[in-house]
């Protein structure tokens, strides 16, 4: 596997040499690093070998701009100028964002982004597996047509289908919730996209903005990592592996690497304790795609390889961080446990989407063919509302166990390495009340203010979609309207 490794910055070189001679002379001491996991990680991935990202802030920055401009074009179906304004900008330090220029080659389905005559990045839609940073080197992989077994949506009932009935219950308050539906898309500068909520499994509230429909496939973002610990669940179910068993990563399986002692289970608790630069961090790189957490997305790197590679920086289990490199490192266990690639990129229709009326789900990929699921995936809002509701009904479906009957409890529950109560398993929890709904609720979130939100006590799902420039108006508008939907539900439940 191809891993990019960059050298040029002395401050990190020093740095690692300082951690490497401490290290060394802790060793000479009697051998600390037999008792320190932290330390003797880095006998097994040095720092200095440790993959690190390649390219400036500006030409990194451009490429993650052109695969999310290429996505909202040929993914989404999105008017132009409306996408280049208001989706994957943020790649970009502000000062350069006006300076940018496009063009599209609806032909070859590329775009093209360019900063003055020095610059420009490209991307390319491929198909099933949406778009792709453009290399030198081209693809890695194969791309795989991704077909569903099911018929018409139009023909069934939802959820297995699209039908749906108009008549709402005599208890639900059609008033309050007419209201929480306008406060969703108030102002309109929110840019919220589609706004959905299910009550008991029905629909019972939906609207889109201009130019959005059921069908739209909408920028989910980090949603896909709740995606990610869906998919892990499901194989968990069919056998391939268990909660509590070792992570199977290969690079991690030489004898006395304190990794190999990593389970399933930190990883769905972003608590593997592994070193990668996350704007969450409170020693985070100012320059947004020199950080780990961005240069998966921008840097057209074997994600995977990128990820495992990183040595613990702090015992596993004992800090939640929120961390890509951890979904990323249950994606490729689900990859290698799998076995082909054409099973891999077929597999969550075959087993998860296919199951619970989902005809498709756009999950792209980096140029290995890896699934990019912390958040380059794409669904509709009926598809994220299904998802919701497997968790709502404990991983049931139309007869079917299709996640572990304790999986809704377990991603729920608050994470033992996070201190403050706000993570499950890959799921967010709202343990601190941030959001005007039951603590108890859990949700998928993602940049942009995405979000599918599972309220057990009340029998909801409401699933919140928007266009990234809309953040944080989005956010307030979403709390407006869950106040109006807790009032229209007020007999429901409790907080």
């Keep these: 596997m191809k891993v990019n490794v960059d050298y040029s910055l002395k401050i990190r070189s020093m740095f690692r040499f300082l951690m490497a001679f401490v290290g060394a002379l802790l060793i000479g001491c009697g051998g600390s690093t037999q008792t320190d996991p932290v330390l003797r990680s880095l006998e097994y991935a040095p720092l200095e070998s440790t993959p690190t990202p390649v390219g400036s802030n500006a030409y990194l920055g451009l490429a993650g701009y ?39 080659d609806t032909l070859n389905k590329t775009v093209t982004l360019s900063l003055g005559d020095s610059l420009s990045r490209s991307a390319r839609f491929i198909g099933d597996q949406g778009s792709v ?56 500068e929110s840019l919220t996209a589609a706004f959905v909520v299910l009550h008991k499994g029905k629909i019972v509230a939906e609207r889109y903005a201009e130019g959005i429909t059921k069908d739209t496939q909408l920028e989910s973002w980090s949603m896909g990592k709740s995606l990610t610990g869906t998919l892990v669940g499901r194989m968990i179910q069919m056998g391939y592996f268990k909660l509590d068993d070792k992570a199977p990563v290969p690079e991690w399986q030489k004898e006395g690497d304190p990794r190999g002692e990593m389970k399933i289970r930190d990883l769905m608790q972003m608590s593997s304790g592994l070193r990668f630069q996350s704007h969450h961090d409170a020693n985070a790189n100012p320059k947004l795609n020199e950080m780990d957490h961005f240069f998966i997305y921008s840097g057209a790197t074997d994600a995977f390889a990128y990820s495992v590679n990183r040595p613990l920086e702090f015992p ?23 076995g082909s690639q054409e099973d891999y990129l077929a597999f969550p229709q075959r087993e998860l989407f296919d199951k619970i009326g989902i005809r498709k789900q756009v999950m792209e990929v980096d140029p290995y063919g890896n699934f990019l699921l912390t958040g380059f995936d794409y669904g509709t809002a009926r598809n994220w509302a299904r998802l919701g509701q497997l968790y709502l009904q404990n991983g049931k479906w139309d007869g079917e166990q299709i996640l572990p009957e304790n999986w809704s409890e377990f991603v729920s529950t608050l994470a033992p390495g996070w201190e403050e109560p706000v993570y499950g398993g890959l799921f967010w929890i709202n343990g601190k009340g941030e959001m005007p709904i039951p603590k108890e609720a859990y949700y998928m979130a993602g940049a942009g203010g995405q979000k599918t939100i599972i309220i057990p006590s009340h029998d909801l799902v409401v699933v919140r979609l928007g266009h990234h420039r809309g953040d944080p108006r989005g956010a307030e508008s979403l709390n407006n309207a869950l106040s109006k939907l807790m009032e229209a539900f007020a007999d429901k439940g409790s907080q």
């Design 133 to 188: 940073i453009e290399t030198t080197e081209g693809l890695f992989f194969e791309p795989v047509p991704v077909n569903t077994t099911l018929p018409d949506p139009m023909t069934l009932p939802w959820p297995m289908g699209d039908l749906t009935d108009e008549d709402l219950s005599e208890e639900i308050n059609a008033q309050l919730l007419s209201e929480a539906v306008d406060a969703a898309f108030s102002p309109e």
């Design 316 to 338: 596993i289990g004992s800090k939640g961080q929120y961390h890509n490199c951890d979904p990323l490192t249950l994606g490729y266990i689900m990859k290698t446990s799998l």
């Design 66 to 104: 052109a695969k999310v401009f290429c996505s909202a074009i040929f993914v989404s179906g999105r008017d132009p100028e409306e996408a280049f304004k208001n989706s994957g900008y943020f790649f970009l330090p502000e000062e350069l964002q006006d300076k940018v220029t496009y063009s599209i």
